[in-house]
């Protein structure tokens, strides 16, 4: 499975932004989905999960209430609505497919990984 993140981008403090995760096979959609940032010289770090049929979601407190993650399964794509964004979101976006029918706080339990999308929130 190959994964396609796109849709960062610069924006205000304040502002929202909308990135997308379009898989290259159907079976992504059987599978958990996450998304992940990261800045330079740190972890990779757990910012939303959704399970294969979008009934259950999970998010970082640090994102809780601003963050969305949504699914559409018949075009094989996620996304991750960003809402009243903070300077401290800027990092690369990554997208994952998860090794079973839900997603995971944890980077170990996936095993497909898109490329990431910078996403840089400006003071």
């Known amino acids: 499975v190959q994964l396609q993140a796109c849709g960062g981008g610069l924006v205000q403090a304040g502002g929202s932004l909308k990135i997308s995760c379009a898989a290259s096979?159907?079976?992504?959609?059987?599978?958990?989905v996450g998304w992940f940032r990261q800045t330079p010289g740190k972890e990779r770090e757990f910012v939303a999960a959704?399970?294969?049929?979008?009934?259950?979601?999970s998010y970082a407190d640090s994102v809780k209430g601003r963050f969305t993650i949504s699914r559409d399964n018949a075009k094989s794509t996620v996304y991750l609505q960003m809402n009243s964004l903070k300077p401290e979101d800027t990092a690369v976006y990554y997208c994952?497919?998860?090794?079973?029918?839900?997603?995971?706080?944890?980077?170990?339990?996936?095993?497909?990984w898109g490329q990431g999308t910078q996403v840089t929130v400006s003071s």
């Open positions: 096979k159907r079976t992504f959609n059987n599978n958990g």
């Open positions: 959704i399970s294969w049929r979008g009934d259950v979601v």
């Open positions: 994952a497919s998860a090794r079973r029918p839900y997603g995971s706080r944890s980077v170990n339990d996936y095993n497909y």
